[in-house]
């Protein structure tokens, strides 16, 4: 294999010759090369100093040539390259283009050119000399600070090249220039070896062998005195020590006001774990780093905290002080040249942020982001699952993933070398503790707030009211997670920490005053809260026909839409989920569990009797308005296939039953000695009385006030108008807001319906003519939307509002019209109307 010499390796010509006169002519070019070496190898290693100082002759010859020096001495490659060869270009010089079998005399030949001081070759062809086994070993064990690091020029294994001289730190291995740095600092540029090497380990976070001191002698050298080593920097070095050939600038890891010169921190130095509440140690954090300029080495945190404030004492069963470090707002940890953590100020994303947000990189790409956010997602998981406190040292990292996911984990398969660098990769959902092999992996703050809120909410959402005393908090969550409750466990001290973190978060409320938690629930509008007195009525309809009045929880959806014909639709109501709607109607349906544990929606006694309630009058109306009273069990259980159970509903016998009913049902004894079930069916008075009152709100744009109201109906039509009849009798068309009454959602469309039939001079007209008459009205092509009004669908909009307007008729042939109290001229400018506030004045 084709090795390398240094051009500084000549021997003489009468050497030459009387090695190569004992080859045969067959000879190993290789094997005599090697002797050749053994056999020059106790001659001088320097040349004349004299013929080294002269600078070489630029020479524009493409041909190879040799200058044989005036004393004939051969230097073989020294172990360590003398420095003076640092002013000095080198080149490769390959030995096979000079010696074989047919240009051997050439190569003995005495030299044509001037003398030279020193070798000279042309850039084609490059020639190469072998180099001793030594200096290849020495070379295998650490890069030559004399070989170039051009990534142009690659090494193989049949060959090494040795390129032009370059500038001294040039080529030179980054730990030597590290060390160069160090020792800068130290008087006389000499410091012991134990001292270098802990600083070495403290400022560069990674360990220093000796063994990389011994490959830069020019560089540093060993000395030793009695029992202790020294390490200093060497005179030639440091002669030509400066700014530009000492690249390397060193960012101290401690505090220079706070710390004595040549503070040591030990990588082998364990953090203390501090037991604070968390609002006084991030006044104390911030008040630092103001003292600080904004940062400030994690190191010696420690040492800068006590000098202003009482010494942080290492407590069991407190928190790392470097994970409680960035539970402070606005603050974080950074790396500084990759090794020194440092505390400085940043913007702290809210933990509403979500998860998957990995840093940014390169090699990312749609699939490998995907992929580690599921890897986040397992890491999280197993330190919640399989760690105590939520802490893991690194080294146990890949044996504790693969007992849990029965499969290895291999940083390679998401673009990573080592599993450090993965877990770097996603800096929202992991923190690395501590450096070197005392390295520990934990949730990072912002992850373990979500976390609390979100087991949080879960267990508010399975509370009465959604909300709970805060006191309550660790039994709940002890009970939620089927194991003891321990704030430590979310990376805080106190739970008032926890509480603090959450308390500017939008879906809950912290009342601290009564000490109470609970879930943020919009208002509900007008609308809102009657179309959900009408889902009431909806439930209560649509459970009359189940045996036990309840439906499991998870049936309620497909089934309703089974009964009514359409979808059931929770935003109408101004809720977000089916259960936050069911909440808003405790009197109607409570949520209980079977002895499986699956939810079941149950009706309340008192909705209960108003289905049964629905149900005798249904089957009244199914037999002509009358039905014996001793048939009723069994007309009941025959047409709703179960029995009558009065006792289910709170009553000891049917006639107690049917006499809290006597409001909807009369029991009348006929001449036969039997009694008659009958229903009190609704007078034609009241429905005029009704009418009348919602004629006068329409004159009066929709609202007025209770006391003008009774008058106008007292000077109009000479009824009296009560309280208790706008809260009971009048429910479904008024509503009664302190001393105004107002239309309800449907009356209110059925006022626009009015005022657009006046408008064209009709008191009839086809059902897609009105459609298209009133958009154009309004502008908008998606009127009437029914859900604006509290009802799901335009039928039943119509259905309410049937003592204004009536339809009849199906599809082509559908047709509205109005009543006869609504058909006589409407005053817009009545005398009734509140003011140009009013809601309904358009």
Known sequence: MPSIVRQDSLCSHVDQ???????????????????????????????????????????????????????????????????????????????????????????????????????????????KLPIRSQEKHSRAISPSPYESSLPSQKRTKSSTNIHEAQPFATGVSQTALEVAALLKEHPGYMCPMLTLVQEYQSRFCKPLHTSELNTARDIVEIQYNGQMSYARLTSTFRATMGNETLSVRLERPYCTIHCPPNFVVSSTFDMPFVRLPLQRFSENVHFLLAQHTGTMPLGSFVQCYSFYFPRLIDDEYGVPLEHYITCVKNIEIATDQGVIKRIQTTITPPFSVPLNHMVPDQRSTSSSTCSLQTFAREVIDLLKQQTVHCRLPLSKFVTTYHMKYSRHCRAADYGFEKILDLLIAIPNAVQILGDGNKRILTLTHRCQVKRFFNDLVRILKNKPQRSMAISEIPKEFANFSKKPFDIIDFGVCYLDDLIGEIQDNKEVVIDREHGIIKLY????????????????????????????????????????????????????????????????????VQILEDKNGERIVQLTHEAIHQAVLL??????????????????????????????????????????????????????????????????????????????????????????????????????????????????????????????????????????????????????????????????????AHCPNPSEFGYPTIDRLFHAIRIVVLTRGHRQTKTISLTDEFRMHIRPTYSLHLNNNNPFAK
């Open 521 to 588: 629930r919009k208002e509900q509008t007008d609308v809102e809260k009657f179309a959900t007195q009408i889902f009431a009525d909806d439930i209560i309809n649509m459970f009359r026909h189940q045996q036990d009045f309840n439906i499991p929880f998870q049936r309620f959806i497909p089934m309703y839409h089974h009964h009514f014909g359409y979808q059931c639709r929770v935003q109408l109501y101004g809720c977000l989920r089916l259960i936050d709607l069911f909440e808003e109607i405790p009197h109607v």
């Open 615 to 780: 149900n005798i009058t249904q089957l009244i109306r199914q037999h002509d308005g009358s039905i014996l009273f001793d048939q009723l069990p069994k007309l009941y259980a025959e047409t709703f296939r179960f029995e009558l159970n009065y006792e289910e509903i709170g009553f000891d016998s049917i006639e107690a039953m049917l006499e809290s009913m006597q409001d909807k049902l009369t029991c009348v004894q006929t001449n036969k000695n039997t009694v008659v079930i009958r229903i009190i069916e609704e007078h034609h008075s009241d429905i005029v009385f009704a009418r009348n009152v919602v004629h006068i709100l329409m004159e009066a744009q929709g609202e007025t006030t209770i006391w003008l109201l009774k008058q106008e109906m007292a000077n109009r039509f000479r009824r009296e108008l009560k309280i208790e009849d706008c809260q009971h009798r009048l429910k479904q068309y008024v509503q009664l807001i302190g001393q105004n009454v107002r239309l309800t959602p449907p009356m209110r469309f059925a006022y626009e319906v009015v005022k657009g039939m006046r408008a064209c001079g009709l008191d009839k007209m086809n059902y897609e003519d009105f459609l298209i008459d009133y958009q154009l009205r309004h502008g908008n």
């Open 17 to 127: 010759l009387r090695f190569f006169d004992f080859l045969e002519p067959n000879f190993d070019f290789k094997t005599a090369m090697s002797r050749f070496e053994r056999q020059v190898s106790w001659l001088p290693l320097v040349a004349p100093a004299a013929e080294l100082e002269s600078s070489p002759i630029q020479s524009n010859h493409t041909s190879d040539f040799i200058w044989q020096p005036p004393n004939s001495f051969l230097p073989t490659l020294p172990e360590t390259p003398p420095a003076f060869l640092d002013d000095h270009h080198q080149s490769e010089i390959n030995i096979e283009t000079i010696i074989d079998e047919r240009n051997l005399s050439n190569f003995l030949s005495p030299p044509l050119p001037p003398p030279m001081p020193l070798m000279k070759t042309a850039s084609t062809p490059k020639l």
